[in-house]
T-cell receptor, first 110, second 113 residues
């Protein structure tokens, strides 16, 4: 069993829809939780970075962490075609070594 | 450009050859990380440095792999006697300190024929 599980998709939604992405994990020592966006043939770009449980909002993006359920989510409101990318959840116990999910491919249809 | 840079961006080599990649982190970032990403997977941790000290190495980093950061600035990752299974994207990231965000470079795509 992988430490971090993420549905690979692909996920296709119409422009303007709310997108929900999520991951589950097994290591209760994880304290730092991240979401990265990766365009084809590019390096990952950090979207959201949270410590411990709770919610964090940044523009159209909201990240949620539920440590009791070992479950994290990323919501994208008013989705745009430019949001089409692979979204990687990531987590760490020490903020040094990051463990990534396998990524969810997201496509926003105009 | 003040981001993380990596060179070369692409490398094609024949099995058995040695290759070396370079990573230049964001200026004044003390921590430097190497990851490997294969198609359809997320990045996998390989190793990281605090200044010039290599603090952790993954079991993925076999004896054929070596990483250095001699002056605490740029880093090199060398793969000796490359195998087809080494074909992947090699990503470098840097952060100011522990607990800080890691910023990734564009990666070096290695193809071993």
């Amino acid at each position: 069993q992988k430490e971090v599980e993420q549905d690979p998709g692909p996920l296709s939604v119409p422009e303007g829809a709310i997108v929900s992405l999520n991951c589950t994990y097994s290591n209760s020592a994880f304290q730092y939780f991240m979401w990265y966006r990766q365009y084809s043939r590019k390096g990952p770009e950090l979207l959201m970075y949270t410590y411990s449980s709770g919610n964090k909002e940044d523009g159209r993006f909201t990240a949620q962490v539920d440590k009791s359920s070992k479950y994290i989510s990323l919501f994208i409101r008013d989705s745009q075609p430019s949001d089409s990318a692979t979204y990687l959840c990531a987590m760490s116990s020490s903020a040094s070594k990051i463990i990534f999910g396998s990524g969810t491919r997201l496509s926003i249809r105009p | 450009d003040t981001g993380v840079s990596q060179n070369p961006r692409h490398k094609i080599t024949k099995r058995g050859q040695n290759v070396t990649f370079r990573c230049d982190p964001i200026s004044e970032h003390n921590r430097l990380y190497w990851y490997r990403q294969t198609l359809g997977q997320g990045p996998e941790f390989l190793t990281y440095f605090q200044n010039e000290a290599q603090l952790e190495k993954s079991r993925l980093l076999s004896d054929r792999f070596s990483a250095e950061r001699p002056k605490g600035s740029f880093s090199t990752l060398e793969i000796q006697r490359t195998e087809q299974g080494d074909s992947a994207m090699y990503l470098c990231a840097s952060s100011f300190t522990e607990g800080d965000e890691q910023f990734f470079g564009p990666g070096t795509r290695l193809t071993v024929l």
